[in-house]
């Protein structure tokens, strides 16, 4: 007698809970990808769990029909490895946003990163606080006007791509919440790939940010204001695919092709394994200078923390064979009193 | 028991003279020792302890150790910042603690000499290294005269030994460095008091050619060499006109070993492991003094134990409540500055409803602190320390061999009721050593964890916060089909753990949470006392101070003094009948390594006018300042007194 395997669809992933995010919001986008990736990814509900932190974006494991902890502000990373490190037969998610992940979290965020646990985290970039209503956050940009800088942001914004590219992190990808296709595609190389995946979203947040990846959301701009990066290919950007990427010494630099005194093969070719120096260059291309680089900056293969970790148990149980506690216990010196 | 005199004063007057045919001089035997082993932190005074401990429990006498250093690793050589030293007192009776006062105090320069010397009974044992008290050696502890010159000496047997130059010569055949052959000389000291109390070389030999193997022979040989040349020193040298012997003590029949505080933690995490059918998942941070326990536990891979050097102490906890999700036996251990950090990770364990140890080994506080030294001042942290209505079950360990103890039991009421149940451990047991009686594994029993399978809703989804008659949820994990859930830190009706902000359920979730914590006293055994079940005072202690407290109140009770002991292990809750027991005395004494914190929750909890004797000097109580408060307290006492004084 032969069973066939259940097909899952998109709503054997979806809760019973109502969604309580602001109307258009961005996060409703990126929920709906993650639900028709899931069961095209093939892990069962009952082996995938969603672990977050505390933030609008931290409410999503309520509203996937999966495992899932709704930890405290920042220490997602923390949960996630403790859970995956103990069980690697399960899928474990990590959703975070740029408060929760680089503002109160980022000393595990980056520590998840260098060990490369077998996870995923998806960072949620809105460049502002929404839960707490409109203070600015640590990608906020220079002059940013929010509730908690009237007159102005006057912190440096982090880049969470070069942050990941010192922590070394083995994938590393960034994709749009209105890029629907370019987000499925994302997440699923992000469940793919062997060790941390890294996805940073830029997704709006309509109340108190709005418009701000508006650049690369919108059609008429986001072909000149984002390029794409496909592997093996010249970085080539534009409505009419005009310019491209050339790699000058130790600068990038935008070149015109339309005149065709530059040609492709002058172009930097996207490599997914190239070093991380390259890859960093990649991550400080920030408009108006450049356009932003969406797609997957890095996917190199590198030992999992959790591969290590048991990789040494095992060892440890072969040398020495499965621990004895008698054994351990009467290990030493010991003495008898009495009978 | 033993049925010898247990005054520590007493131990060197109950003497009888005996020849011993192996020795040419005499042996005079007495009921225990105090000795106190002192000098530089790179001195190997430690070692030297440990290696005494070990000997003298393989002799059989009972002990107990007290090793104290200063924070610095490495503090100036010869100053008295650097001064590392590390008591024992090794008995033919029961000794639950290391001593008050010193029988015999060895130093290895001045700085050790001074800062150690008012512990030593007058007419006490005083060997010092005499090589080390130049000039220059003088004034790194700040000295302008050598103390063995003052006239206070005279109080005292002073033994002077040429030691690093007897060392050097001992070693002279190996060809050492002049630095290495120095380092031998605390091998030369262990010789000469292993000589003293008559102690057997042998252990420490097979602990030096353990250390040294691997082509190192030449040092094993050369330390082997100096502590031989101790030994036949001690024989020799006409100041030390006999040695001592202490018989075996009277233990109860089995197996013992040595085990110290952390160590014997450790053992009771795997004990609690294999007893549950679980695999220990260990987070922590590295801290002072509970750093020992991760050192200990991270030998153990091959029991299945994980463990996790995380990049903080809140990574630690949060990284265990993530095992702890997925079904693992979750451990994160820390001191006062760690479980602050801990504090709001802590209050989500105990929201979510998952079991989790948090073990604290106690120091000074606050802030940094007194990193080395013991005290029991976190006690009213772990209790309150949380935001919200958060109360956590509470255990506390009472010695070394405690701690396996104390370990499992939390862990039995962490999987029971499904929640995360502080340790209290203390710097001074958790590096302090008792003998153990190896328990048998084949007898312990079974800590029963069940993890469902099947949906208990039949309308409809699992209900991840359904109780049972102890009000703890089932302890469903990820990977059980059909059981999909989510847990999270905002308030959860009860029942389907739905995100709920309805008034009525946040009042009675409080309330069950904090019932299922009382409900932990239904689990546990009620309070014992030690002594008169009833009468005119009762001490009232808890964690480390037990071997003090119960040492007071026994010699107290010895010299008529109407006084009994009740030492608590359960904090929170307090076991159902301490109540009652409290109100059978007229007064309560409640003896803290801290400024009055059990005194707070039991004056509050039991309307009863306790009285505190607190100290925090880093140190543990002394017995004689305890049986002193005792006195103080007891008309029996004050009665006795006044009669002897009419006749």
């Known amino acids: ?339 | 028991m033993s049925t010898e005199a247990t005054k520590s004063s007493a131990t060197q007057s109950s003497t009888t003279q005996s020849s011993a045919s192996a020795t040419p001089k005499s042996v005079k035997t007495v009921s225990g020792i105090t000795v106190r082993l002192c000098g530089d932190s790179g001195d190997g005074m430690q070692l030297l302890g440990t290696q005494l401990t070990n000997t003298s429990a393989l002799a059989g006498n009972d002990i107990a150790t007290f090793p104290d250093f200063p924070a610095e690793i490495r503090a100036p050589k010869g100053t008295r910042a650097g001064v590392s030293g590390f008591q024992v007192q090794f008995a033919s009776h029961e000794v639950h603690t290391p001593g008050d006062s010193l029988d015999a105090l060895v130093a290895m320069n001045p700085a050790a000499l001074v800062t150690n010397l008012a512990d030593l009974v007058k007419g006490g044992l005083l060997i010092v290294n005499e090589d080390s008290f130049e000039d220059k050696d003088l004034k790194l502890a700040k000295l302008k005269v050598s103390p063995l010159d003052e006239p206070a000496m005279e109080n005292y047997r002073l033994v002077k030994v040429s030691m690093t130059k007897l060392t050097k010569g001992a070693v002279a055949e190996f060809g050492l460095s002049v630095k290495e052959a120095d380092r031998c000389k605390n091998f030369f000291a262990m010789g000469l008091v292993y000589w003293l109390y008559g102690r057997n070389i042998d252990s420490t030999l097979r602990f030096i050619h353990g250390k040294f193997a691997d082509g190192k022979s030449v040092l094993a040989n050369a330390n082997e060499k100096a502590l031989r040349a101790g030994w036949a020193y001690g024989e020799t040298i006409e100041a030390l006109g006999h040695s001592y012997n202490v018989e075996a003590a009277e233990l109860k029949s089995g197996t013992y070993r040595n085990i110290i505080g952390n160590q014997a933690m450790a053992w009771g995490l795997l004990a609690a492991a294999q007893r549950s059918g679980k695999e220990i998942f260990y987070a922590s941070y590295p801290i002072t003094p509970a750093s020992d326990i991760l050192h200990e536990l991270c030998k153990y891979k091959n029991f299945g134990v994980c463990t996790f050097q995380a990049e903080d102490e809140i990574a630690a906890v949060c990284s265990a409540i993530g095992a702890s999700y997925g079904g693992q036996m979750a451990v994160t251990t820390s001191s006062g500055p760690g479980i602050a950090l801990k504090t709001e990770a802590m209050g989500l364990a105990m929201m979510l409803e998952l079991p989790l140890l948090v073990i604290d080994v106690q120091r000074g506080g606050p802030s940094t602190g007194l990193p080395t030294k013991t005290e029991q001042s976190d006690l009213l942290q772990v209790m309150f320390g949380r935001n919200g209505e958060a109360p956590l079950p509470v255990l506390a360990a009472q010695s070394p061999g405690d701690c396996f103890e104390i370990v499992q039991e939390a862990w039995m009421l962490a999987t029971q009721l499904m929640l995360p149940v502080v340790v209290l451990s203390d710097g001074y047991i958790a590096n302090g050593s008792e003998p153990w009686a190896i328990p048998d594994v084949s007898k312990m029993s079974p800590i029963v964890v069940t993890h469902p399978t099947e949906n208990n809703n039949p309308d409809g989804a699992f209900m991840p916060y359904k109780r049972n008659e102890l009000l703890a949820r089932p302890w469903a994990i990820p990977g059980t089909e059909g059981l999909m859930h989510r847990v999270g830190g905002l308030e959860k009706e009860d029942g389907s753990g739905n995100i709920s902000y309805d008034p009525d359920n946040h009042q009675k979730m409080v309330n069950i949470r904090a019932q299922k914590v009382a409900n932990a006293a239904k689990l546990l055994p009620p309070q014992q006392v030690i002594g008169p079940q009833s009468g005119e005072l009762l001490v009232l202690s808890w964690g480390g101070t037990y071997g003090a407290c119960l040492t007071a109140v026994q010699q107290a009770q010895k010299e008529g003094i109407s006084v009994a002991l009740a030492h608590i292990r359960y904090l929170n809750p307090f076991p159902s009948n301490l109540g009652e027991i409290l109100s059978r005395y007229e007064k309560v004494l409640i003896p803290e390594l801290n400024m009055g914190q059990l005194r707070m929750l039991i004056r509050s909890r039991y309307l009863v006018d306790a009285v505190g004797y607190n100290k925090v000097k880093g140190k543990p109580f002394a017995v004689s300042e305890l049986v002193e408060k005792i006195t103080e307290m007891t008309k029996s006492a004050n009665h006795k007194t006044a009669q002897s004084l009419a006749s």
């Not at chain 1, 109307?23 to 069962?44: F, H, N, R, W």
């Not at chain 1, 172009?267 to 108006?288: G, I, N, Q, W």
């Not at chain 1, 999992?304 to 216990?329: M, P």
């Open chain 1, 1 to 339: 007698m032969s069973t066939a395997l259940p097909v899952l669809k998109a709503e054997d992933f979806t809760s019973d809970q109502d969604i309580r995010w602001c109307p258009g919001c961005g996060d409703y986008s990126i929920l709906a990808q993650m639900k028709k990736v899931l069961p095209e990814i093939g892990v069962p509900p009952e082996k995938t769990v969603f672990i977050s932190g505390i933030g609008c974006s931290s409410r999503f494991p309520y509203y996937v029909n999966t495992y899932g902890v709704h930890s405290i502000h920042g220490r997602a990373p923390a949960v996630a490895t403790g859970l995956r490190l103990t069980r690697p037969d399960l899928s474990v998610w990590v959703i975070t946003g740029d408060g929760d992940s680089l503002s109160i979290g980022g000393n595990h965020f980056i520590h998840l990163l260098r060990r490369n646990v077998d996870l995923n985290i998806v960072l949620f970039n809105n460049r502002i606080y929404g839960l707490t209503k409109g203070q600015y956050s640590p990608t906020s940009v220079e002059g940013q006007i929010t509730k908690s800088t009237p007159m102005g942001v006057v912190d440096h914004p982090l880049n969470p791509i070069s942050v990941a590219v010192g922590a070394e992190a083995s994938f590393i990808a960034r994709s749009v919440d209105s890029n629907v296709k370019h987000l499925a595609y994302t997440l699923k190389r992000a469940a793919a790939h062997k060790g941390t995946s890294f996805v940073e979203v830029y997704q709006n947040c309509n109340v108190f940010n709005d418009g701000a990846f508006a650049y690369a959301q919108d059609k008429a701009t986001r072909d000149d204001a984002t390029i794409e990066l496909e592997h093996g290919k010249p970085m080539i950007f534009g409505k009419e695919r005009d310019r491209g990427i050339r790699l000058n010494g130790l600068s990038l630099e935008v070149v015109d092709l339309s005149e065709g005194k530059v040609k492709e093969d002058d172009l930097l070719f996207h490599d997914e394994k190239a070093s991380s120096t390259l890859v960093y260059m990649l991550s400080r291309m920030r408009r108006p200078d450049f356009p932003e680089p969406i797609g997957v900056f890095r996917d190199v293969v590198s030992e999992t923390y959790e591969d290590a970790v048991h990789g040494q148990i095992n060892e440890a149980v072969q040398q020495r064979g499965k621990g004895n506690l008698q054994k351990l216990f009467s290990s030493g010196d010991t003495w008898k009193v009495g009978a």
